[in-house]
Nanobody
Framework: QLQLVESGGGLVQPGGSLRLSCAAS????????IGWFRQAPGKEREGLSC????????SYADSVKGRFTISRDNAKNTVYLQIDRLKSEDTAVYYC????????????????????WGQGTQVTVSS
């Protein structure tokens, strides 16, 4: 069964850091492009970052550049999202998904298909 499982969320103070994990089972992650998304209460889901299958090229929404870092550990079949200098507005449920494209223009993530969504991991930034 193909599955993605997110973990690593939690309660963190503003200015802190978290590393979220997206672990795959049933398929080999480095063969696929993986995207990270988040959804805050009352807001639409937004794309944050992606890492390409072919060469590991990464791309980010402009709003998170410099604070978010996506990476992949092929040996662990896991994609990570490092979030630094956390802000209250980062509070959301974070998801990963297998996507068909890794293209950001500004804050817009251009993809046509996303599947094998995980259950999400909650990130709460509060003092």
């Amino acid at each position: 069964q193909l599955q993605l499982v997110e973990s690593g969320g939690g309660l963190v103070q503003p200015g802190g850091s978290l590393r979220l994990s997206c672990a795959a089972s049933g398929f080999t992650l480095d063969y696929y492009t993986i995207g990270w998304f988040r959804q805050a209460p009352g807001k639409e889901r937004e794309g944050l970052s992606c890492i390409s299958a072919s060469d590991g090229t990464t791309s980010y929404a402009d709003s998170v550049k410099g604070r978010f870092t996506i990476s992949r550990d092929n040996a662990k079949n896991t994609v990570y999202l490092q979030i630094d200098r956390l802000k209250s507005e980062d509070t959301a449920v974070y998801y990963c998904a297998k996507v068909d494209l890794c293209v950001f223009v500004g804050d817009n993530y251009y993809y046509t298909r996303a599947d094998y969504w995980g259950q999400g991991t909650q990130v709460t930034v509060s003092s």
